[in-house]
Structure formats: C-alpha cells, structure tokens
C-alpha cells in the first residue's frame, strides 16, 4: 500500500470514534510485526503474523507446523529482540492456524503466439536428436 493511502485511512479511522481507540493498538501490533519479520528469515517471517499483545505476552500465528516450531525454538531471543522501552515482551506464544495462510501465487501466463512460432521455425531448423525432441516437447506443453 502506498503511503498516501495509508494516511487517507488513517485520516478516516481517526474521524470515526470508535475505530480511532482501535488504531493506537493496531499501529503498536504493526510495528511489532514489521520488528518480528525483520527478525525471522524471510521464508519463517511470511508465515507468521503478530496477533496480540496480551500483556507482555505476545501471540503470534503462524500458518504451518514447521514455521510455529521454529518461532517455539527461538521464542527467548525473540522476546528479547522486540522488547522496547515502552513495551516488554517476556513470552511469546505461539499458535497454528492452518486456514490462515499467504494466497497461492498466481499461475504463470504461457508462451504468447510469436513466441510458440518462434520455437516452431527452431524446431524446422534442428537436425533430428535429442534438442529437437526436447524442444517439441516444450512446444507441446506450452499448448496444452
């Protein structure tokens, strides 16, 4: 999200009173979050997301088995890291939510037209062999 955009939201959950007592705690939520990720290896941090604070406990979700037991794993040094001034965090605890989870990446487009007749006329140019028949393969996949 742009920056401009997150201010216009801002702006407006600020002029409605009763999501403005919300924002404080989810800009310090955020924060936190952006900390953690920081924090993690960027394959565990995609999988997990702050939650709560729930005193100076911090509940994080994670959306597989094996990215929770590496947060379990390094939950003492974690706690330490996003421990600030205004905000001491001395456990986290951590939960699986499997229906919680990044979307799937989009599906890959195919070869566009010119391409595919490009391959085509390589192909027409390939003495027969191994290359040829890979390469008719490919063509072959890439039409469905």
Do not use: F, Y
């Not at 007592?21 to 800009?27: I, K």
């Not at 990720?37 to 994080?60: C, F, K, N």
């Not at 499997?98 to 003495?127: C, F, M, N, R, Y």
């Amino acid at each position: 999200m742009a920056a401009s955009t997150l201010q216009r939201l801002r702006g407006l959950i600020r002029a409605e009173r009763t999501l403005a007592v919300l924002l404080p705690e989810a800009e310090r939520l955020a924060l936190l979050n952006r900390r953690l990720g920081a924090a993690l290896p960027p394959a565990i941090a995609r999988r997990s997301r702050v939650m709560a604070l729930d005193g100076e406990t911090l509940v994080v979700h994670c959306d597989n088995g094996a990215a929770a037991s590496r947060l379990r794993s390094q939950a003492a040094s974690l706690a330490k890291v996003l421990t600030s001034e205004s905000q001491p965090v001395l456990a986290l605890k951590v939960k699986v939510r499997a229906d919680w989870s990044q979307a799937d990446k989009p599906e890959k487009p195919g070869l566009g037209k010119a391409a595919l007749s490009a391959l085509d006329a390589l192909e027409e140019t390939l003495p027969d062999g191994n290359l040829k028949a890979a390469l008719a393969r490919m063509i072959e996949h890439q039409r469905g």
